[in-house]
């Protein structure tokens, strides 16, 4: 059974930054794409960024390009999600999700796994 376990959200000033940690575990991660989204209230889930486990290979959503970076950690079964220069708008649950093929996913459709969620709200 897949289990995604966000942290690191929280309250931040504009400016400020953050990193969201996505623990993932049961399964061999090598072939999945792992990927961040966001929701903010009454918007739809937005992809943010999404990293290939085997290669590391990213892309990123373009509402964030330049501010947000994907990492993940091989030894920690961890993606990161560094988010800097925030932005009232970057207020939302951030999700972690998981896709069982190492190709490209942008849609949350097309996801298979998905975490709990973690608020991060900026203040202005």
Do not use: H
């Amino acid at each position: 059974q897949v289990q995604l376990v966000e942290s690191g959200g929280g309250l931040v000033q504009a400016g400020g930054s953050l990193r969201l940690s996505c623990a993932a575990s049961g399964r061999t991660f090598s072939s999945y794409t792992m990927g961040w989204f966001r929701q903010a209230p009454e918007k739809e889930r937005e992809f943010v960024a999404r990293i290939r486990w085997s290669g590391g290979s990213t892309y990123y959503g373009d509402s964030v390009k330049g501010r947000f970076t994907i990492a993940r950690d091989y030894a920690k079964n961890t993606v990161y999600l560094q988010i800097d220069s925030l932005k009232p708008e970057d207020t939302a649950v951030y999700y972690c999700a998981a896709r069982s093929r190492p190709d490209s996913g942008q849609a949350p459709a097309d996801y298979d796994y998905w975490g709990q969620g973690t608020q991060v709200t900026v203040s202005s």
